[in-house]
């Protein structure tokens, strides 16, 4: 697929498949389309050409009930800041449809380490407080795919550790990860595939030794076709 | 789940923020109430109205403080993308703008329970003459004036002169609307009233509604997309 905004080209004729129980890592500087890419997927964004198979199915074949199935965590946190932690999670919970909202909320909670903090507004919350609380939005109702951008922002070293740990379970629930970030040292050993974007081209980064950071920085020096 | 569920929560999650930062009931309250009394300072001489005055007054305050109130409700949808988050979800994307709707609608509610009082107060109109046709004209205005108002809003979110565009794309579309509600209330509030005619602007006003909101549900989600 490709897009274009304009004359500006944010993605050039990509290909990519993503498997189930599978991290992938998108990394590229800053406007290299990562927000794009993840925007297409999640069906907000439409691309100029080309289109985007589910298992084999387009989003307009799926219908509305595809995203249903995906999980969005975005760089702003799609949080209402008037509303609590615990109403944020319910609103959008029931939106999704989820059985049993109200354990599904408490558990999020907890997850979220927000249990003593659940009826305090959003908008008194640290940028880290509610980075926990949008990831645990964008998995309210556990969906299949999961697109993260930038998700370490604003994390402490624990919370960063939590999200780790929260990416090893959606692996092995099957889900399909698919994480934007510039955090070289919180994603290393997290990912299982990294694929850098310049320019709106993609390019698979083999595993071939090294940390995320050398192997990124020899891929953006060499030359793109 | 369906759309007028989905519609319905979204509506409800917006009073609910509403209730919690009061900032768009007291600002477009404020706002319809210092217009009406302005203007009664210039069309109020020795206690009398000039004819038709009130109608037009009234309608002017519904339109400008509903304006108000299209671009602060957006506004909060874009501060931190939920509008985003609205569009992501299972539900169809026609439950949003119903959603939004809906909620617009119970705030212009709120504020025009409040100014006809005021009209009736300040410009000696007949507010108690025919309760029912002048609440059915402002219901049918109001839902006109803010099913056009909903759609424009949501398509200028991230527009940058959004507060500049907003009116300038709403008021030329929004005209018939606005003429119908004060040429049928100004029926009810004249000297010699004519209910008939208010009877008929009503049934113009139900069919610009009709037109108005099938177009903007038609629209919404193609506008939407990215």
Partial sequence: ?225 | MSTLRSALLIARKDLLVEARSRELAYTTLFFAVACVLVFSFAFVSEGKAIDGAAAGILWVAVAFSGTLALGRAFERERQSETLRALLLAPAERTAVYLGKLAGLLVLMAAVEIVIVPVIGLLFAAPIGRAPWLLAALLGAGTLGFAGVGTLFAAMLVRAHSRDVLLPVLLYPITVPVIIAGVRGTGAIFAAEPNFDAAVAWLSMLVFFDAVFVTLALWTFAPVMEE
């Fill in chain 1, 1 to 225: 697929m490709s897009r274009h905004f304009g004359r500006r080209r944010a993605l050039a004729k990509t290909t990519l498949t993503f498997r189930a129980g599978q991290v992938t890592g998108l990394f590229g500087p800053n406007g290299a389309g990562k927000t794009t890419l993840l925007g297409i997927l999640s069906t907000v964004v439409r691309p100029t050409a080309g289109e985007v198979r589910y298992g084999g199915a387009t989003a307009r074949a799926l219908g509305d009930p595809l995203r249903g199935r995906i999980g969005v965590l975005g760089h702003d946190l799609f949080l209402y800041g008037d509303l609590s932690a615990r109403e944020n999670l319910e609103f959008f919970g029931r939106l999704y449809g989820v059985e049993r909202l109200e354990d599904r909320v408490a558990q999020a909670l907890a997850s979220a380490r927000l249990d003593d903090r659940a009826h305090d507004r959003v908008a008194s919350f640290s940028r880290g407080l509610r980075q926990r609380l949008a990831l645990e939005r964008a998995l309210i109702h556990d969906p299949r795919l999961v697109l993260l951008d930038e998700p370490f922002t604003g994390l402490d070293d624990e919370s960063a550790g939590l999200l780790g740990e929260r990416l090893q379970k959606l692996r092995a629930a099957g889900a399909i990860v698919l994480m934007a970030t510039h955090d070289f040292e919180s994603a290393d050993g997290l990912i299982d595939r990294m694929i850098a974007l310049r320019a709106g081209k993609v390019r698979e980064i083999v595993p071939d030794g090294g940390s995320l950071r050398d192997r990124y920085r020899r891929a953006m020096a060499e030359e793109w076709a």
